[in-house]
């Protein structure tokens, strides 16, 4: 083609740009996720205070860390989902259904199998959400709504409504409540979903997909890609995903909660998103923003308790704490700065 | 009012730039009282940036505009509808899901006791419409009509107020020639009226056919102001590529190529309210023409070829075998490739980058395992981007900040990559510049008559332009009313010709669905 | 998507065969006043799933429209009880508080080019909480205005009657209905659901009508307060819990489509009376435990929303 | 024809409360009486919606455990106008005109606010000099088992200013948030942490957990006090890590039945009956434990 390239900037491509610390999509998340920390340090001496105890690492740094583990994992479903412009709101009812399931089995059947029908259960659960969605092409809501409503109903009614406690075997305890080299095992649990999802985003072009999917599903069906399977793959992988919390709680507390475990945690999961500059419309995701959101979430909830906010008074907290996070965020800023 | 010496409307040192791109630098522009003034320049010159800047949705970092002597800030572009200037964009910006009335009156109903009169709306919808000759129903949402009709709506949006200065962008890339002659009807009308109309195009014959003045852009700079009848084509061309005067490029290749086997044959593929039955032989090595007015079905025929759209009859052979599409899918295994014409909705992935949206098509055939390493990706992507000829600072661009034909040509990148047996192509030519378009048709031919004896690609090329068409088929098929309307070889036909056969006796059942 | 209009009417035909089934398996169903007790009692949904219904119009959500609601009952509460002002100004106050509170977020979304949902998320905390700075306890109203509106029983036919909540919420949609097809700004609102930037670029009032969506939801909801006061007769934090996703449910199967730009004020109706005879239907029954009734609702839910796919997806198709 | 009872409940949000249900339930069956039951899920407005519905249904007697205590007297009047008499269990509503109830039977959350801090004025009394540090796991905020329960507690902790509650933060009645908020309070290291005091069995379960994680001996390093008296309390009791747990009964079926059938019976009844509960202490636990029925 002999057409001629015109250079349009002397400056070699825009990436350099991007390079840039403060340019970088996770530099507003990270900064308040420090902001946040730094406030805490200052007004309770101590809340960074690490030390070894037991051959653990014991401190508030380590309890956030390890409460917000089954966050992190419903983020990062949740972050998939919404990629694809859709919404899981399931995502609490499903932390209650797997959790009662594993505490049912624990005691009679062992731990592998109780874990193992509990992530059966959460992929029931992911498929029937994923068949509502593409298959039937309800909205996401309102199809996500139904398990929402009817999933702590079948957890309560495996349990009778009881809350259900496990007593032995003490394996069970050892995904929420154990320790691997001083950390929590929650913690690698968490690292592993992670790296393996990142790795699936990178060296499989489902990222690629679920991107094409969220922004422009017209066009992607065009180009061929398979638009209701990609839709279906992560109602089921965040279904995994919420199952998984769902067993780190129940282990955690050695119990099941039919009623209470999870609950809302579909919301505090897509404000996680959001907070790590996730768009609620679909398209360009971050796994490490989500993951970042889920910790300024329970990092809040922890000073909240460090400084003993009064209960009445925390809402009111977290509302201005969010405001301000989101309001740091927004695109005016910086289309204000390259000026 | 007749000719004033003073412009109604003047731009004067615009500079735009957008995070590591400069869009504008130094500009300015004068639109006089009844003018036509065409804004020319190659893809991604600045001329849409320049039109957005003017109309308040860009702020420029730099310059004045001035309107009638005074200085004026358009924050929105509700300012500068206050101010007078009614704007069509170069996307169709409009929304799917009100009525072609709605879309039209939006944000000036007619009322009646506070509230809107519809008929009104509609009567008004109508009346703007007749004017383009346009006869639809205008209470139908506007997504239900093919992309040309949008297109003729958001003009009749813009003329139905009458407004001191017009602006235009790329009007006419998917209007077909009576549609543009009746919008210069109407445009000359109001210029003789004493509107400033600026007008921005590709096509350089409409230019010299309807313009006044010439504003040259390059590089997102002013190049010159010219008078259309100063200015020759082959000067426009030049100032435009910024190259000196070179030969005409008429290296297109003018065998007629017989073909090679037959690849793939349609009978009876139609679909209800879209298409009738159609016949239809693909062979590789040649391009096949489809040729129509607005509505004649190319689109829907091209549709249905892909499995875009299913059939309701209808039986496809491929090599020997009957197929049928399920979905796209199926249809891209099988070799075939669609380049649609409308880019925005079902092309481009916009907050993908080049490289990405260049690539889709190819990843989607190979599944979820990568189709190749991270260098070969931006290897083959870069490649694309030299090839075609692509304006963009990376391959790393997001593709919604490329001009228009820039678009174009990385979606028409898409579907090369594939390395297809069938390659459709519906409008390719949309809103790319001059050379760009001669270039694109060379490649075309090229695809089909591979060079080194083996048969090349099945064309289908679908194009508003007439002569395009011709210049580029080795056969045409014509269609009207959603069927064929007759098959012609290369050089059985000329422009005249065809328009007779579409222009034959209008079919009784056409102004159904 | 589907066309809406016909899911609207879908909707309709299912509620019928809803309440005919009801009405043969329970006795007692089948009555006037059954009826009008699904009006009386959605009363406040129905007031805010009108101002549900614009904010998904106009492609947006507000998930504060709850808190808003506990908000409302509690300041209109402290306002008469504690402040001891009169319940005509108070009513003002507090309509007019929920209308800027909402514009507020509104604006928020619109200057700092926010996304709803996270900002009305944020909006839902505070209203809350604010309920709770004022009291955690509730406060019981006995302002004369508010008791005579809770106890006045709007007789119609015979002995079935309608409260004036319930007519109030039914002239609320009425005014939806027309300010959503017979005003500049109601057209706007679905300009801005179709496409955002092609309603900027055709010079609406982007930003004005988004500010205004927000505030009309926000007024909706703080009438719908003072609604729940009425019914209720009580201010309390708590109030309220969980009615952003039944409003949002509500719109959703009466046909609107949450990304925005399709559906019709109307069908929030419909979407409020399905929920209320679904609850019925279990208080009918009684004999559901708290976990079947939670599946039963899940059920019922999915049945209706699968059929009423199922048929638009056949229309569609012709 | 047998009775027919219209009774609505708050939702399942504790094992406590299915206690309840499953005691209403099974009373229900073994008088004879047809229940009617609707589960509110912990809205004021789906009760008031139940009770219309009973209304429509023309039940014979309506029960119900109100979710909150103001708002019900113009629902209240419906069942009167209508000639259905009502009984409120487990908590007590503020109308204005108090025939508007037959009666109420149920328990005092203030009381059992007392009831707590009574018994830990008596173990303070082991070691009158020593000050304690109180931290208290509150419950819903806003709801009322979660006021009453603070008010009565601080009401008569305030007779020993030694006893001071140092921390105090909402765990919603679940262990989950036990756990999590007492973790928090263990890792301020600025006071030592003397009592827990819970307003719910569950938080307190759950609080047990986060203080033997710590490396502490729950029962011993901290004296716990919580209320309830559920099952999993008297377990933990048994093995020395719950020291008090103050009853709050749920078994109200049997009463309720009977006293349905006098109120229908139009025979006259007391308008506030409460239910005998206890204060049970680690060293009762072993012997109560095979009594408790949830
Ligand atoms: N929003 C944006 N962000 C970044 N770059 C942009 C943006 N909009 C335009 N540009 C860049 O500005 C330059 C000018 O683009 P513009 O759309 O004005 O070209 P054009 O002359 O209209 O081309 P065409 O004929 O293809 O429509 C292009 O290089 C384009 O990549
Ligand atoms: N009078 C008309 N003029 C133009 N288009 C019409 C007219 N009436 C209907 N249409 C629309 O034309 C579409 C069918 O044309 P199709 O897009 O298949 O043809 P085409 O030849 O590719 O035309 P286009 O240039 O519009 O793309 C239908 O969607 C129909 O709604
Ligand atoms: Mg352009
Ligand atoms: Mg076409």
Known sequence: MSSPTVTLTPTPPSAAAARRPWQHPLFRPLAALALLLAIAAISVPGFLHLEIKDGRLYGNLVDILHRAAPLMLAALGMTLVIATRGIDVSVGAIVAISG?????????????????????????????????????????????????????????????????????????????????????????????????????????????????????????????????????????????????????????????????????????????????????????????????????????????????VPPQVTMVVKAVVVFAVCISQSSIWSARRSK | MTTTTHPVLELAGIHKSFPGVKALSDVSLRLFPGEVHALMGQNGAGKSTLIKVLTGLYQPDAGTITLDGQAIQPKRTEDAQAHGIRTVYQEVNLCPNLSVAENICAGRFPRKWGRIDWAAVNADAERVLKQMDLDIDVTAPLSRYS???????????????????????????????????????????????????????????????????????????????????????????????????????????????????????????????????????????????????????????????????????????????????????????????????????????????????????LQARTGLRLCMSHEQQQALADDYIRKLGIKTASADTPIGQLSGGNQQKALLARWLATQPAVLILDEPTRGIDVRAKEDLMDQVRALAHAEDGQAGMAVVFISSELPEVLHCSDRVLVMRDRRAAGEYRRGELDERSVLEVIAAEPAPQAATA | MAAPSFTTWVSVVLMGLLFVAGATSYTGFGSTQVVLNLLIDNAFLLVIAVGMSFVILSGGIDLSVGSVLALTTMVAAWLLQVAQWPAALVIAVVLLGGALFGALQGLVIHVFKLQAFIVTLAGMFLARGLCFLISVDSITIDAPLFVSLSQTQIPLLGDAFLSPGAVIALAVLGAGLWIAHCTAFGRTVYALGGNETSALMMGLAVGRTKVAVYGLSGFCASLAGLLFAFYMLSGYGQHGQGVELDAIAAVVIGGTVLTGGYGYVAGALSGVLVLGLIQTLIAFDGTLSSWWTKIVIGVLLFVFCAVQRLLSLKKAQH | APLTMGFSQVGAESEWRTANTASIKSAAKEAGITLKFADAQQKQENQVKAIRSFIAQKVDVIAFSPVVESGWDTVLKEAQKAGIPVILTDRA????????????????????????????????????????????????????????????????????????????QSGEFTRAKGKEVMESFLKQRDKKIDVLYAHNDDMAIGAIQAIEEAGLKPGKDIVIISIDGVRGAFEAMKAGKLNVTVECNPLLGPQLMQLAKDVVAKKPVDKRITVNEGVFTADMAAKELPNRKY
């Not at chain 1, 279906?232 to 129940?250: D, N, P, R, T």
């Not at chain 2, 309807?210 to 100063?230: K, P």
């Not at chain 4, 149920?106 to 009394?125: I, N, P, Q, T, Y």
């Open chain 1, 100 to 308: 009662t399931v594993a505490c049912v089995l624990a005691a009679s059947h062992g731990v592998a199998v109780a874990f193992g029908a509990a992530l059966g259960a959460a992929l029931l659960c992911g498929l029937w959400n994923g068949l509502l969605v593409a298959g039937l092409g309800l909205q996401p809501i309102i199809a996500t709504l139904i398990l929402m409503v009817a999933g702590r109903g079948l957890a309560q009614l495996l349990t009778d409504g009881q809350i259900l406690t496990v007593y032995e075997p003490a394996s069970f305890f050892w995904l929420g409540a154990g320790y691997v080299l001083g950390l929590p095992v929650s913690f690698y649990v968490v690292a592993l979903v992670a790296g393996l999802t990142a790795l699936l985003m990178k060296r499989t072009a489902l990222g690629l997909f679920i991107q094409t999917v969220g922004i422009n599903p017209v066009a992607a069906r065009l180009a061929g890609v398979r638009t209701a399977a990609i839709v279906f793959f992560v109602y089921v992988y965040c279904s995994l995903g919420a199952g998984l919390a769902g067993l780190l709680i129940s282990s955690n507390i050695k119990s099941a909660d039919a009623n209470n475990a999870g609950l809302l945690l579909e919301l505090d999961a897509i404000l996680a998103v959001t907070l790590g500059g996730g768009q609620l419309n679909g398209g360009k995701f971050s796994l490490a923003g989500s993951l970042i959101g889920a910790l300024i979430i329970q990092t809040l909830t922890s000073a909240i308790y460090a400084l003993g």
């Open chain 2, 147 to 361: 992309l040309s009709v949008q297109q003729m709506v958001a003009i009749a949006r813009a003329l139905r107020i009458s407004a001191r200065v017009l602006i235009l962008d790329e009007p006419t890339s998917s209007l077909d020639d009576a549609a543009v002659q009746r919008l210069f009807t109407v445009l000359k009308r109001l210029r003789d009226q004493g509107l400033a109309i600026l007008f921005v195009t590709h096509f350089l014959d409409q230019t010299y056919a309807i313009s006044d003045r010439i504003t040259v852009m390059r590089n997102g700079e002013t190049e010159g102001e010219y008078l259309a009848a100063d200015l020759g084509r082959l000067a426009l061309v030049n100032k435009m590529v910024g190259a000196p005067p070179d030969q005409q490029p008429t290296r297109l290749d003018s065998r007629a190529s017989a073909g090679g086997d037959t690849f793939m044959t349609v009978e009876g593929l139609a679909r209800r309210g879209a298409l009738q039955p159609l016949d239809l032989t693909l062979r590789r090595g040649e391009v096949l023409g489809l040729a129509g007015l607005l509505g004649s079905g190319r689109t829907e025929a091209a549709r249905l070829l892909f499995g875009a759209d299913a059939a309701d009859a209808g039986h496809i052979t491929l090599q020997g075998r009957a197929r049928r599409w399920q979905s796209p899918r199926d249809a891209i295994a099988a070799g075939i490739a669609f380049c649609s014409e409308d880019r925005k909705h079902e092309g481009a992935i916009l907050d993908l980058s080049v490289r990405e949206n260049i690539l889709l098509a």
């Open chain 4, 93 to 168: 509503v503020k109308v204005a005109d108090p025939s508007l109830y037959v009666t109420f039977i149920g328990s005092d959350f203030v009381e059992e606010g007392r009831k707590a801090a009574r018994w830990l004025l008596e173990h303070a009394k082991k070691s009158p000099n020593a000050a304690l540090n109180i931290v208290e796991l509150q419950g819903t905020v806003g709801s009322a088992p979660a006021i009453d329960r603070k008010k009565g507690f601080e009401e008569v902790l305030k007779t020993n200013p030694k006893l001071q509650i140092i921390r105090s």
